[in-house]
């Protein structure tokens, strides 16, 4: 049972959990999201967005100074973060009991890795652009936070590929390394910091305070998964057909902290040099230009979502191969 809790501890658990990584990152390529049991029960996030709801309406309120807001979302950290790892205990405990733990936590992993869903609506955006820019706008929409309404056909084409790049770390990558560290305690804690900042660590009034630790605690645990991207999509960009794989790391290396973020510079870098565009720059949310440096040259053009999604499966590819070398080592 030891080794499905944190496998990384016991050479056993090591490997029997680079089985059930490679067996969850396959599954998702292959079936992505299974619609049909979300029909019938909540998707694993929505359970956990409801939790922090709930929690929220407990420990935020209007009257609260700073110093207190930053403490209750301290709390809230804490609460749903400790609350995820203890599931994803049980969880592993249950299938360590079982002859099949490590199909059975492979199974459960799958559901909180977005490989397949993230290069579907991707690709999306492209077929919607080559329609007409209104369905690409439409398209783009459902994967970025930015108002789409005035973007013209490179506007759509940067955002979708900045999403591609940004949430292969945040939402494949990042996934897979805490699964494989922590197992499913590590894997369900992830995606509580992962939600949570997506929930609440914003830069606006309500949050600037409350959401400042589980931004900040975001941060560090993206921190491997942003420069593992970065570097994997440089080595693929060397055989993805369209892709330079030394203007990625050029890009990357040099210019990855012009980003705002002291992650997404990486993979975005990388992506932008990979097929020869300009990444990242201003933007609109909620009305406002956002102000922000660009990542590499280039106006992106629909052309540019089919090659970055065929470096994006390139790269996949070889997390699989990776993976599968690990268990054969």
């Given at each position: 049972?030891?080794?499905?809790?944190?496998?990384?501890?016991?050479?056993?658990?090591?490997?029997?959990?680079?089985?059930?990584?490679?067996?969850?990152?396959?599954?998702?390529?292959?079936?992505?999201?299974?619609?049909?049991?979300?029909?019938?029960?909540?998707?694993?996030?929505?359970?956990?967005?409801?939790?922090?709801?709930?929690?929220?309406?407990?420990?935020?309120?209007?009257?609260?100074?700073?110093?207190?807001?930053?403490?209750?979302?301290?709390?809230?950290?804490?609460?749903?973060?400790?609350?995820?790892?203890?599931?994803?205990?049980?969880?592993?405990?249950?299938?360590?009991?079982?002859?099949?733990?490590?199909?059975?936590?492979?199974?459960?992993?799958?559901?909180?890795?977005?490989?397949?869903?993230?290069?579907?609506?991707?690709?999306?955006?492209?077929?919607?652009?080559?329609?007409?820019?209104?369905?690409?706008?439409?398209?783009?929409?459902?994967?970025?936070?930015?108002?789409?309404?005035?973007?013209?056909?490179?506007?759509?084409?940067?955002?979708?590929?900045?999403?591609?790049?940004?949430?292969?770390?945040?939402?494949?990558?990042?996934?897979?390394?805490?699964?494989?560290?922590?197992?499913?305690?590590?894997?369900?804690?992830?995606k509580a910091i992962n939600t949570l900042d997506s929930m609440v660590g914003h830069r606006n009034t309500r949050y600037l305070y409350f959401g400042r630790i589980a931004a900040r605690l975001d941060d560090v645990v993206n921190?491997?998964?942003?420069?593992?991207?970065?570097?994997?999509?440089?080595?693929?960009?060397?055989?993805?057909?369209?892709?330079?794989?030394?203007?990625?790391?050029?890009?990357?290396?040099?210019?990855?902290?012009?980003?705002?973020?002291?992650?997404?510079?990486?993979?975005?870098?990388?992506?932008?040099?990979?097929?020869?565009?300009?990444?990242?720059?201003?933007?609109?949310?909620?009305?406002?230009?956002?102000?922000?440096?660009?990542?590499?040259?280039?106006?992106?053009?629909?052309?540019?979502?089919?090659?970055?999604?065929?470096?994006?499966?390139?790269?996949?590819?070889?997390?699989?191969?990776?993976?599968?070398?690990?268990?054969?080592?």
């Amino acid at each position: 049972m030891f080794e499905f809790v944190f496998p990384v501890l016991t050479e056993n658990g090591w490997a029997q959990g680079l089985q059930a990584v490679l067996l969850a990152f396959v599954l998702d390529l292959l079936f992505g999201e299974p619609k049909w049991l979300y029909r019938h029960m909540p998707h694993p996030i929505v359970w956990i967005g409801g939790l922090i709801e709930g929690l929220e309406a407990g420990l935020l309120k209007d009257d609260q100074s700073p110093a207190g807001q930053i403490f209750k979302g301290g709390a809230l950290v804490v609460i749903v973060v400790g609350l995820c790892a203890v599931a994803g205990m049980i969880l592993a405990w249950v299938a360590a009991f079982s002859g099949y733990g490590w199909i059975i936590t492979g199974v459960i992993g799958s559901t909180l890795i977005a490989a397949r869903s993230l290069h579907d609506h991707v690709i999306a955006v492209g077929v919607g652009l080559t329609e007409n820019l209104a369905d690409g706008r439409r398209a783009v929409s459902h994967i970025v936070g930015r108002d789409p309404k005035n973007l013209d056909e490179a506007g759509v084409s940067r955002a979708a590929l900045e999403s591609l790049a940004e949430n292969f770390s945040d939402g494949v990558v990042a996934p897979l390394f805490w699964f494989l560290v922590a197992g499913l305690p590590g894997l369900l804690a992830y995606k509580a910091i992962n939600t949570l900042d997506s929930m609440v660590g914003h830069r606006n009034t309500r949050y600037l305070y409350f959401g400042r630790i589980a931004a900040r605690l975001d941060d560090v645990v993206n921190w491997p998964a942003a420069r593992i991207t970065g570097l994997l999509f440089c080595l693929c960009a060397l055989l993805s057909p369209g892709s330079r794989g030394r203007e990625a790391w050029a890009v990357m290396w040099h210019e990855h902290g012009k980003h705002a973020s002291p992650n997404a510079g990486w993979p975005e870098g990388a992506m932008a040099g990979a097929l020869g565009i300009g990444l990242a720059g201003p933007r609109i949310y909620q009305g406002k230009i956002v102000d922000g440096a660009w990542l590499g040259a280039g106006e992106a053009g629909v052309e540019d979502i089919s090659r970055g999604c065929r470096l994006y499966c390139w790269t996949c590819g070889l997390v699989v191969l990776v993976l599968l070398a690990g268990i054969l080592v």
